[in-house]
């Protein structure tokens, strides 16, 4: 019997977080166009997560590949989060010089969650090492030419979309409305100001604290 994964079933039955991600990812890409809007989406998700407790966000110093752990009744689950626009290549590693020795050295530990414009995906374990051994070292895996940057590696577009394909056999996915209303950068400086402001509020509320 199939079980589907524990983080899955959960917002399978918060279609409300469900929205509200589909519609905060696409506001998100409305008004941020450089690179960090991967970084931007997934602070969104874990501070979503986080609201509704949930989740334990990992300390990066400790362990890069986990980016937060899902509270199960076993105890805490790792999951890598990952987020993209459109399906391709993810990006594994940032850092280094990709030398087949190094990519070869490297094993998952945990589950990957992967979000696209289209819908939320894990990737299990035992179906990324199965994707993996199938189709072999020079398919699986992506690793920059010599005409990029050549630092980091990663998974290929086609093993994420076979990954995808394991994904939606297994039920571990959940697919996210298209949103076609878009917002404006007025509408997105009036939000960062309101956030800012609250932010500085904080900030005068523990200097009193600390004061008396």
């Known amino acids: 019997m199939v079980r ?6 959960l917002l399978k039955g918060r279609r409300d977080v469900v ?8 506001a998100l890409s409305d008004v941020i166009k450089t690179p960090d809007i991967g970084m931007r989406r997934q602070e969104l998700f874990i501070a979503t997560l986080r609201r509704l407790g949930i989740i334990e966000e990992a300390e990066e110093q400790l362990k890069r590949e986990v980016d937060f752990y899902l509270k199960t009744d076993q105890g805490l689950k790792p999951y890598s989060l990952k987020t993209m626009k459109d399906v391709g290549i993810i990006k594994i590693a940032w850092n280094g010089f990709p030398s087949r020795e190094r990519v070869e050295s490297f094993r998952f530990t945990c589950p990957i969650v992967y ?14 090492e199965s994707v993996k051994e ?10 920059p030419g010599g005409t990029t940057n050549p630092r980091g590696f990663g998974i290929s577009k086609g093993a994420v979309e076979k990954l995808i394909e394991r994904a939606e056999s297994k039920g571990n996915y959940i697919p996210l409305r298209e949103i076609s209303a878009e917002i404006r950068r007025e509408d997105y400086l009036e939000a960062f100001y309101e956030m800012v402001k609250r932010l500085v509020e904080k900030i005068d509320e523990r200097e009193r604290r600390l004061g008396d």
């Open 115 to 128: 979000i696209t414009g289209k819908g939320i995906y894990v990737f299990e374990l035992e179906d990324i």
């Open 4 to 9: 589907v994964d524990p983080l899955i079933s």
């Open 134 to 143: 199938e189709m072999g070292f020079d398919d699986f895996w992506w690793i």
């Open 19 to 26: 929205e509200f991600l589909a519609k905060g990812f696409k």
